[in-house]
């Protein structure tokens, strides 16, 4: 037998709910892998016709052309208030926002904290990446203590900027937030269960029980000025230490849920 007498079968393919085309990020960029992942799930669950996304002002600003689901475009940082509008008009659909973290962390802090203290029933993607992609990659409120940027040349310096937002952390602490967790995109493993993390908010929003937060550790190869390999690695030896893996709120009536 040869191989060509092998029947073939597919093992890989392109999830029905991700548009069959080419993107606007920049060779190594995670963004990639975590629009496959959101569409994976969604294809899973079967929701595919049931959802809309809200995208973010950043470098995800096209995610609604990569998606073949329902999508809007919010104003800069205004994703989360877009998505409760949303949510409770069609409180059947399963709404998202995918943002990074100049547009959550920074213009829209204000938005995130208001969503996730009201306890509003939408899921958050939220792709961390320190610094602004989109626009240069300046110092953002993600950025790590020390890290260069365009507009941090000689690194941050925390006496004067101060310390980098863990918005995990932060979010964790509101009452509203049913499901907040850190997961990272830097090795197989990691994108394994950062994709479960994600069925996991998905659920726990088709269940009614409340705010759901997916933090995304990812790289940024052309504004870090390094390769995609070093990205991953400086994932895991920089952001890593300072932006812990882990659940960072799994409320009560979710943990009663998932049992």
Not at 20 to 38: D, K, M, N
Not at 48 to 58: N, P
Not at 114 to 134: D, L, P, Q
Not at 177 to 193: G, I, K, M, P
Request: charged residues 20%; hydrophobic residues 40%.
């Amino acid at each position: 037998m040869t191989l060509t007498d092998v029947p073939a079968k597919v093992v890989y393919s392109r999830p029905d709910s991700l548009e069959c085309r080419g993107t606007h990020y920049c060779p190594g960029c995670t963004h990639g892998i975590a629009h496959r992942l959101v569409a994976e799930v969604l294809d899973e669950m079967g929701i595919v016709e049931d959802t809309i996304g809200v995208a973010s002002v950043g470098c995800s600003v096209f995610a609604y052309n990569y998606f073949n689901v329902d999508f809007v475009e919010a104003a800069h940082g205004r994703a989360p208030a877009m998505a409760t509008g949303i949510k409770r008009v069609y409180p059947d659909h399963i709404v998202f926002t995918y943002q990074g973290d100049g547009d959550l962390a920074s213009i829209g802090m204000g938005e995130i904290v208001g969503a996730a203290s009201r306890g509003e029933k939408i899921t958050v993607i939220f792709i961390n990446n320190a610094n602004y992609g989109m626009t240069g990659g300046q110092m953002a409120p993600t950025t790590l203590p020390g890290q260069k940027t365009t507009s941090s040349p000689t690194g941050r310096d925390v006496a004067r900027q101060g310390y980098p937002i863990q918005t995990a952390e932060l979010l964790s602490t509101l009452e509203g937030a049913a499901y907040v967790v850190r997961r990272s995109l830097h090795n197989n493993r990691e994108v394994r269960r950062a994709k479960q993390a994600i069925r996991t908010a998905f659920e726990v929003q088709k269940a009614g029980l409340g705010f759901s937060l997916v933090e995304l550790l990812s790289t940024c190869p052309t504004n870090w000025g390094m390769t995609p390999v070093e990205a991953r690695e400086w994932v895991e030896e920089r952001m890593l230490p300072f932006y812990p893996l882990g659940d960072y709120k799994i409320s009560s009536a979710v943990a009663e849920w998932m049992k």
